[in-house]
C-alpha cells in the first residue's frame, strides 16, 4: 500500500489515523459485534457515539450554550435553500455578499425564496473582497449571508464582518481550519466532505432564538427547529460520516485543537505562497489580502505545460492538483489533513519543474 499526498478540494483527504482507526473498527465497533454502518440510529452505541462527536465539536469550536449543532444531509447545497427556509422568519429580504462561484450558488438558490440583495461584489474576474465601507446593507434584512472561503477562487475573509442583521457563513472549506468565535454569527454550516469528514454529511451550527419560524412548506428533515429537538435525528442521520467526523474531531483535539491546527495551516500555506511568489515561473491570482489558507490556485506562466505538470506531479505521489473545470490552472488544497511534508514534498516538485522547464 502507498498512499499519496492528496491535494483534493473535496472530498478531500482524511487524517490517516482517522482512518485507520475506522479500519479496525469496521466490522466490530467496541465490542458491539457489528460495523457503524450496521447499527441503529436510536439504540445507545450510535447514540453515544453521536453525543461524543457533537461534544467534542462543541469543546474544539467552543460553541456557546444557546447554539444547537445539528448533523444534517443535503450537503453546503442544502442549506443554501434551508437557510432561506429557516432564517427569513417572515422577512422578505436578505443581504448576500457574493465574493465567487459558491457565493453566486447561494444567491441563486436563496432567490427562489426571497427578494436578494446583493449587498457586495467582488468585480467580474478580479479576485478580492470588496472592503466592508461599501457594502449597501439593507434595513430588513433577515440575515447577511457570505462566503468566508471561496474554495473554486481560493478568495478569504481573514476577518469577520460586522452587522445588524445575524450572520449567516457557508464556512464549508475553512471550517476547523483555525479558532472562530461562534458567538458573532448567527448560522454556520459546512459540508462534512472539505475539512469535516466523509461526504454525507452536513454541520450546521445556529443561535437557538433563530430557529422555530421555517416558511411554510419547508421540508420537515430541513426544519432545523424539528431537527434540533430531535437531536438530528427527526430521520435517519448519515451515521457513518457522522462518525468519522467525530473520529477527525478526536483527532483535532489530541493534535491540540484550533489553536495547533491553525499553526500547522499557517506554515504549510506560508511554505507554498513563498515558493510560488519567489518564481516568475508560477503566480498566484488572488489578492495578497484575501489569499485562503485551505485553497491555492496557481498558474503556470507557460499554461501548455500544465498536463505535464500534473503527470509528472502525480508520478510523484503529489494527486488531485488540477483546478477547478471552471478556472484551469492548478489547485493545492491544503485542508487540516495534509501534513507539512506534503507541502515540502510539492514545492520541491515545483521547483525541480521550473528548473527542467523554466
Ligand atoms: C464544496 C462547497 C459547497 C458545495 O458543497 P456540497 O456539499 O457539494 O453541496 C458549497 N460551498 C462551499 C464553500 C464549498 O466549498
Same mark, same amino acid.
Given at each position: 500500500m502507498s498512499r ?9 483527504? *482524511? ?22 454502518m450496521e ?10 457515539i ?10 474544539i469550536?467552543?460553541v456557546?450554550?444557546?447554539y444547537?449543532?445539528l ?13 432561506p ?11 448576500y ?5 459558491w ?9 427562489k ?22 457594502w449597501?446593507l439593507?434595513?430588513?434584512?433577515a ?8 474554495t ?14 445575524p ?6 472549506s475553512?471550517?476547523l481550519?483555525r479558532?472562530?468565535?461562534?458567538s458573532?454569527?448567527?448560522?454556520i ?8 469528514g466523509?461526504a454525507g454529511?452536513t *454541520?450546521?451550527?445556529?443561535?437557538d432564538?433563530l ?10 428533515v ?5 431537527q434540533?429537538?430531535a ?20 483527532w ?12 500547522r495551516?499557517?506554515r ?29 490556485p496557481?498558474? *503556470? ?14 508520478d ?10 471552471s478556472?484551469?490552472g ?6 487540516n ?22
Amino acid at each position: 500500500m502507498s498512499r499519496v499526498f492528496n491535494f483534493s478540494a473535496g472530498p478531500g483527504a *482524511l487524517p490517516e489515523p482517522v482512518l485507520r482507526q475506522a479500519a479496525e473498527e469496521m466490522l466490530d465497533w467496541r465490542g458491539s459485534g457489528m460495523s457503524v454502518m450496521e447499527m441503529s440510529h436510536r439504540g445507545k452505541e450510535f447514540v453515544s457515539i453521536a453525543a461524543e462527536a457533537e461534544a467534542d465539536l462543541r469543546a474544539i469550536l467552543s460553541v456557546p450554550d444557546n447554539y444547537k449543532v445539528l448533523f444534517l444531509q443535503g450537503g453546503a447545497s442544502g442549506m443554501f435553500a434551508g437557510v432561506p427556509m429557516n432564517l427569513l422568519r417572515g422577512r422578505a429580504r436578505a443581504d448576500y455578499v457574493n465574493t465567487g462561484s459558491w457565493s453566486k450558488k447561494a444567491i441563486a438558490e436563496a432567490g427562489k425564496f426571497c427578494d436578494v440583495n446583493v449587498a457586495a461584489a467582488s468585480p467580474e474576474g478580479v479576485l478580492t473582497i470588496p472592503p466592508r465601507d461599501t457594502w449597501k446593507l439593507s434595513d430588513d434584512a433577515a440575515y447577511l449571508h457570505y462566503c468566508p472561503n471561496e474554495t473554486i477562487s481560493g478568495v478569504e475573509f481573514h476577518w469577520v464582518p460586522e452587522v445588524a442583521a445575524p450572520l449567516v457563513a457557508d464556512m464549508s472549506s475553512t471550517i476547523l481550519s483555525r479558532p472562530i468565535d461562534v458567538s458573532k454569527f448567527g448560522l454556520i454550516y459546512a459540508g462534512a466532505q472539505k475539512n469535516v469528514g466523509p461526504a454525507g454529511v452536513t *454541520l450546521v451550527i445556529v443561535r437557538d432564538d433563530l430557529i422555530g419560524e421555517a416558511l411554510p412548506g419547508t421540508p420537515t428533515v430541513w426544519d432545523f427547529k424539528v431537527q434540533a429537538d430531535a437531536g438530528s435525528m427527526s430521520n435517519t442521520p448519515p451515521t457513518y460520516a457522522w462518525y468519522v467526523a467525530g473520529l477527525v474531531f478526536k483527532w483535532i483535539r489530541e493534535q491540540g485543537g484550533l489553536d495547533a491546527m491553525a499553526e500547522r495551516n499557517r506554515r504549510k500555506v506560508e511554505t507554498l505562497y513563498r515558493a510560488i511568489d519567489a518564481s516568475d515561473f508560477y503566480s498566484n491570482p488572488v489578492d495578497p489580502d484575501c489569499r485562503s489558507w485551505m485553497n491555492v490556485p496557481f498558474v *503556470l506562466a507557460d499554461s501548455s505545460l500544465d498536463k505535464t505538470f500534473l503527470a509528472e506531479a502525480r508520478d510523484a505521489g503529489l494527486v488531485t492538483l488540477a483546478g477547478h473545470r471552471s478556472v484551469g490552472g492548478m489547485r493545492a488544497s491544503l485542508y487540516n489533513a495534509m501534513p507539512q511534508e506534503g507541502v515540502d514534498r510539492l514545492v520541491e516538485f515545483m521547483a525541480d519543474f521550473e528548473r527542467r522547464n523554466g
